[in-house]
């Protein structure tokens, strides 16, 4: 479930918080959520959509207009009447003064209003799984992100213990020399040992810096700003397939597609609906009055109401019609051709995802066993090696050992994670 609003309390907490370099996993989804461009768009989609979303845009309320005008002329009159009288003038005055106020109304359409208004309700809802599909992508990639940077400080954290553990090496072999129990190439190899951790531990500070800036690069915030993230990656263990899937049919991916099929199958029925007639109403009140100074006609007014009925047959337009109407035939199999696919699509992604949540779950029981081990062949190992019962190789392959498990573990984990994270985005399900 999306949560796309937070109270003013908790907004102010988490502001508080992140102005300290604290971010949660909550906070990183929140201000996603708030700063992102893309879903600020598809919100104003849905706006836009609901303005549109009306019986005026379909066409079936009244429209309502009034005209005035008033024409003022200088005229020259030469007229010769039946009578005999012959009327020469020029420069008279005429005025010729008009307003009027009427209504036109579509009152049958063959069901093209009805059908259009039903599009526009479908166009709307479809604009609102979008916008919860652009929220849902968003939160993943932010998840994901996120849980990248605490496995990667996590990795940053066992290079530390490396570093402790050959400091403690190179400790002991000049604690040995000293006592003259050791030579100068295991001081140097305990030297360039520790030297080499050190380094390793200057390049992975770097790829949590970049990580970290990509994030707040996902969170639309100054890519320099300073973070801080304490988590540990705990994958959820009670998912189910059945249950993925079951919860498919409402991804909004998956919502959008069946919505277009809908939106196809009504285009198609207005594309039909011009094969019927046409009926309009229409009715208004007009108002006219010229006057002239010289003329056959000195002075007339007319005034009054008037309804009226207009019926339009289509009977021949080069079958143009009929060709719109096997387009929109075909716009909708594809619809459904498009909505299929991706159904089929997403259901080999779940099925993929869960094998891959469901062994990785598998391994890491056994993978955290090895890590715990490791610790203790580490420790044990540079025990004997203070008492000169173990050679600085295998010191080496002790850390290696500790090194490797450790990595395994993590990745594991995150691996894990990263195949929850896809299962619950692709069942409408993610939360934080």
Known sequence: MIRTGITGLCILL????????RLSLADAVNIAMKNNPGIRIATNNVSISNVGNSYGFAGGLPIVSATAS???QSLAVNQTLNTGTEIQRSGAASNAAALGVGATVLVYSGGRVIDEKKRLDVVEQQARFLLTSRGLNLIGNVELKYFDIVRQQSYLGTIQALIDASQKKLDIVKQQQTAGLANNSDLYQAQLDLNANLQLQQAQELIVDQDKTDLLTLLNLNPDSSIIIHDSIIVDKTLRLDSVLSHLPANPDIEVAREQIRISELLERETSSQRYPAITASGGYNYGRTQSEAGNLLFNQNYGPYLGVGLSIPIFNGGIIRRQEKIASLNTENSKLLKDTLVLSYTSIAV??????????QQLETQRKNYELSIQLLNLVLLRFQYKQATIVDVNLAQTTFQNAALALVNLSFAAKVAEIQLRKLENRLIY
């Open 352 to 361: 993929k995802n869960w094998q891959a949540y469901n062994n990785n779950l």
């Open 14 to 21: 988490q502001l508080a918080s992140f102005s300290q370099g």
């Open 70 to 72: 008033d024409n003022e």
